[in-house]
């Protein structure tokens, strides 16, 4: 069975530092490794992806991703964050096998100015 | 750019009432999902379909079936709701070709609430 862990259900940073999301990810095979975003009010946005190659996955909106085999994480960051990238995020797995995506529990990130 | 749409963003529904969730998207996907969205809860997954007539079930998917008789439309179904089926309901699809864990987009979410 796949599974995700988002160990911090909230994430408080000040607006200018910089910022991690944590995810470790449990699965058989290669992961297939995703972040997504959802604003208050808003449906779920895709952020970025790790499939294959480069460790280091760049997204959308400044967000990047680094993939760690060995400590099986895929911690999100940003250099440096903004009141508006204050939302709800969740770490997915998954691989050609599993048949759909595990997703994390969510983290709340809050960048106060 | 691929949108989902679902036909409600506020429901409410007595207990026992037969409840239909409808979901469409436009881009021709392959798989698509339905999710409930709870407060510390994550999103759990409840039914998926990989293609027309075709469906799975999820991690939750007691008290619910779906429908997907045309590729663009998923249907979920609460043949009798209840209380504990109050939530978020999440719409989603993706390409598919083989790859099933590929990028989902998402549908705004339907706020069902049982009373």
């Known amino acids: 069975a796949q599974s995700v862990a988002q160990p911090e259900d909230q994430v408080n940073v000040a607006e200018g530092n910089p910022l991690t999301v944590k995810c470790t990810y449990s699965v058989s095979g290669n992961p297939y490794l995703f972040w997504y975003v959802q604003y208050p009010n808003r449906g779920l946005q895709f952020l970025l992806k790790?499939?294959?190659?480069?460790?280091l996955v760049k997204g959308s909106y400044g967000f990047e991703a680094e993939f760690n085999k060995s400590q099986t994480s895929f911690h999100l960051k940003k250099p440096s964050a903004l009141v508006s990238d204050s939302a709800l995020y969740f770490c997915?797995?998954?691989?050609?096998?599993?048949?759909?995506?595990?997703f994390g529990d969510g983290t709340t990130l809050t960048v106060k100015p | 750019d691929v949108k989902v749409t679902q036909s409600s963003r506020y429901l409410v529904k007595r207990t026992g009432e037969k409840v239909f969730l409808e979901c469409v998207q436009d881009m021709d996907h392959e798989n698509m999902f339905w999710y409930r969205q709870d407060p510390g809860l994550g999103l759990r997954l409840i039914y998926f379909?990989?293609?027309?007539?075709?469906?799975e079930k999820g991690d939750i998917p007691e008290g619910y079936s779906v429908s997907r008789e045309k590729k663009e439309r998923f249907s979920l179904i609460l043949e009798s709701a209840s209380t504990n089926q109050t939530s978020m309901y999440l719409c989603a699809s993706s390409l598919g070709q083989g790859i099933i864990a590929d990028t989902q987009y998402f549908g705004p979410g339907t706020r069902l609430t049982v009373l």
């Open positions: 997915a797995v998954g691989n050609t096998n599993a048949g759909k995506s595990t």
């Open positions: 790790y499939i294959t190659g480069d460790n």
């Open positions: 379909s990989y293609d027309v007539k075709m469906k």
